[in-house]
């Protein structure tokens, strides 16, 4: 242990729910940090207990064998745990030992974004109620502090759209792909290996990890409560490395975006649009150069004007870093008998993905012969669909066409691409895919 500065730092100490990725790189952190902690911030922070599955992992943290168990809800009752640190995942049982800790008036300190989504309303609330703080910046975005700046710095400001790359897993396998031509299954299996991979990769390839990142940017930006359910999201399993090329022809990029926007709809009601998908980003867009495991989120501001917060967005060390703040955050409060709290968060009112604005490309297989090109056209024409640009490329009989469209509804997409598979003309639709820029 480290000693601490003699000018008696309040002690505090943490029961840890969890040593996996984040909590044993958490341990560590405290451990390496503390004296520093104690004389600047005049915080003692220990780790003091921790709950784990199976104790008989061998695990290198600087925290004696005697405070593991795998009783966890004995670690938040515990009268020798001043704050509960939340880093085991999953709904049940995080969700009744968060509660638990809430009720007890301790506070928490969460990297659980699929709880916070899906539960969120009622522990921001139950936190309030005990007058303790709820606090969740490693949820979304790993390391890059967000949380804190729309919930704080921008509380002002009139956010327009949020949109983030939050997935370092799927951004891994994406960029992996496309710089090294690496396939999909080799790209997945070394994210996991580098800890960036849920239990289940499930949820970070078909977009649920980022769709409930979504969910909690959409709640903290707009002040609206909004939860997993709400938000429409495809994942990348269906990208192909022939999309990614296609993609870079047009100079485009692929990344998995998460968008989180306010909107008017057509009864002037101000609605919330959240969706994650597949993206096409020009290269020259800030977001295009978010490579690797690394996370950034963009925000559009009515006043502010373009923001963009950039960082490590997966992996144990860069997590328990946002943990870590937030810890010394709840502690510091705890000590004042302070905690800020969300604010008031309203129901919000979802925009359906079918009124969804967005620019679209999409590629055909069709037959190369004359009037083709003119009936496709006119399709696009009879649902609103303006088309931005059209590149062909000869297949020898077939020609592939390759459109990226202004603004359209998704209504009105999905009806030009009805249309377009029944023209005779048309042998193939291959991928559509969002852009954005437009
Ligand atoms: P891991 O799977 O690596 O670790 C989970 C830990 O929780 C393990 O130590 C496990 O015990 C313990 N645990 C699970 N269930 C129970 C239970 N019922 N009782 C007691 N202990 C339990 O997960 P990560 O560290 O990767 O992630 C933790 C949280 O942080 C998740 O919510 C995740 O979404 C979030 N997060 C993760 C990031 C990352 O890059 N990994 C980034 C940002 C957020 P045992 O070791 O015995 O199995
Ligand atoms: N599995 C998540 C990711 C961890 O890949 O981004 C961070 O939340």
Known sequence: MNDVSPGSPDRVRIGLLGCGHVGAALASLVAERRAEVARRQGLDLEVTRIAVRNTA???????????????????????????????????????ELVM????????????????????????????????????FEAAVAGAIPIMRPLRESLAGEPIERVMGIVNGTTNFILSRMSDDGASYADALSEAQSLGYAERDPT??????????????????AFGARVVAGDVYHEGISGISVADIEFAADLKHCIKLLAVAEQTVADDGQSQVGV?????LVPLDHPLASV???FNAVFIEGGAAGDLMLYGRGA????????????????????RRGSAPGIGVLERA???????????????????????????VATVFGEHGVSIRSMEQEGLGGEARLVFITHGARERDLRATLTDLRSLD??????????????
């Open 203 to 220: 949820a970070d390839v078909e977009g649920y990890d980022a769709g409930a990142k979504a969910a909690i940017m959409a709640t903290v």
């Open 57 to 95: 992992i061998d695990r290198d943290v600087p925290v004696d064998d005697g405070a593991f168990t795998t009783d966890a809800a004995s670690v938040v009752a515990d009268p020798d745990v001043d704050v509960v640190v939340e880093v085991m995942g999953g709904i049940e049982p995080a969700r």
């Open 349 to 375: 009112r979802i925009a359906p993905i079918d009124d969804v604005t967005s620019a679209y490309y999409l590629n055909l297989e069709v037959d190369d012969r004359p009037g083709v090109l003119a009936a």
């Open 100 to 135: 638990a800790a809430l009720s007890a008036g301790k506070p928490v300190v969460t990297a659980n974004k699929e709880l916070l989504a899906n539960h969120g309303a009622e522990l921001y609330a139950l936190a309030a109620d005990n007058g303790v703080d709820l606090l």
């Open 315 to 334: 992996g144990g060390r860069p997590t328990a870093s946002a943990v870590l703040g937030d810890l010394i955050d709840a502690a510091a409060n705890l």
């Open 291 to 293: 490579n690797g495991s």
């Open 425 to 438: 003309a048309v042998r193939a639709v291959g991928s559509v895919l969002r852009v954005i820029g437009d």
């Open 275 to 279: 969706r994650v998908h597949p993206t």
